[in-house]
């Protein structure tokens, strides 16, 4: 029961459009979000993260949107970069309970 | 500069062999996790660990064990390797919450063990 998920397992934009990464959660008990980036031959790394309290947040070209009420939450990358290619994790967390990750999507930001 | 450095990078075993996959972290990190990640699943908890000497059952523990002897290293036991078991594998760690373990922190990622079970 995947408790975290991305549906789309892959996203292509162009160098410098928007890049919009979606991820879904079923607990509602989950009240802090994270984004990891993974590039390969590596170990995920931690991108940004959002409180339940919040509705965005934002560091540099990076934004997170949380919809509790939809159980949504999305990655805005704007503008896009072909550094930015890597694949995408989004995780969840409760208090006292253990983080769950999506199954990942990989961005591809074309030159 | 937190780091977390996994003992292999790639490992081909056999069927039925016991496999060790070790995971070291140099920040005084409490809370240690073993996951693996396989395509289309995203990384999926093994075992973690928040204290030396304890350990607690993630999603998948069947076929595993873990052992933590000392703070910074958090080892992975497969008793007896399967083709099933084939997989990337990534060990991360983090501090715990003010209400003793937490998942609320960022977790640092080894670069992960890509194991072949043949």
Known sequence: DQQVKQNSPSLSVQEGRISILNCDYTNSMFDYFLWYKKYPAEGPTFLISISSIKDKNEDGRFTVFLNKSAKHLSLHIVPSQPGDSAVYFCAASAINNDMRFGAGTRLTVKP | ?118
């Not at chain 2, 062999?17 to 999926?44: A, T």
């Not at chain 2, 008793?79 to 922190?105: D, I, K, R, V, W």
Request: glycine content about 8%; some cysteine.
């Open chain 2, 1 to 118: 500069d937190v780091k977390v450095t996994q003992s292999s990078r790639y490992l081909v075993k056999r069927t039925g062999e016991k496999v060790f996959l070790e995971c070291v972290q140099d920040m005084d990190h409490e809370n240690m996790f073993w996951y693996r990640q396989d395509p289309g699943l995203g990384l999926r908890l093994i075992y973690f660990s928040y204290d030396v000497k304890m350990k607690e059952k993630g999603d998948i523990p069947e076929g595993y064990s873990v052992s933590r002897e000392k703070k910074e290293r958090f080892s992975l036991i497969l008793e007896s390797a399967s083709t099933n078991q084939t997989s990337m594998y990534l060990c991360a760690s983090s501090y715990p919450g003010t209400s003793g373990f937490s998942s609320y922190n960022e977790q640092f990622f080894g670069p992960g063990t890509r194991l072949t079970v043949l």
